[in-house]
């Protein structure tokens, strides 16, 4: 290993001209006291600027939170009105089969028939009268055949404005 002496190193012969380090000309110093009341303050406004955020944040999410639960009400009150809805209409389609079912059945037969069958009833009344008439069970004049029947006695119980 070679040793290294004070021969191995070389030497510049360019020196800086100018003062390394310069002196201050203003020789006043900042006030401390006050440096550090204004970092207090500037400190005290970040916290009271941090606190509000804190609290915009907090009322930001309870307004979020209160809308997502009024939406959450309104989507359950629309669901148990749909139930509802659903269960009157299934009541009212039941009532509404009951009275179908105890409706006489000539109400839904067409008005053309309803007048063939009444047309046919008249036909089957006439020839049982013709038939009466010719097997000689009513003679005479009809009208003279039947005995008048007095009108019912007035009632007083009877209020009817028709009558």
């Known amino acids: 290993v070679k040793p290294y002496g004070a021969d191995n190193f070389s030497v510049t012969r360019y020196h800086i001209s100018e003062p390394y380090v310069d002196r201050e000309v203003d020789g006043e110093q900042p006030d401390a006291r006050l440096a550090a009341e204004e970092e207090g303050k ?18 930001k999410a309870h307004l979020r939170g209160s809308h997502a639960l009024r939406k959450v009400h309104l989507a359950q009150d629309r669901e148990r009105l749909l139930k509802e809805l659903e269960q ?6 039941m009532r509404r089969r009951q009275i179908v079912a105890q409706m006489p059945p000539q109400i839904f037969v067409p008005a053309y028939k309803r007048m063939e069958i009444k047309e046919e009833w008249q036909r089957e009344l006439e020839f049982a009268f013709e038939d009466m008439y010719s097997e000689g069970k ?26």
Do not use: V, W
């Open 88 to 93: 009157m209409q299934y009541m009212d389609r």
């Open 42 to 59: 500037r400190l005290e406004e970040l916290h009271r600027e941090a606190e509000r955020e804190r609290r915009e944040q907090l009322e």
């Open 138 to 163: 009513i003679k005479g004049d009809l009208i003279l055949q039947f005995e008048p029947q007095p009108l019912p006695a007035p009632s007083d119980t009877c209020q009817d404005n028709d009558l």
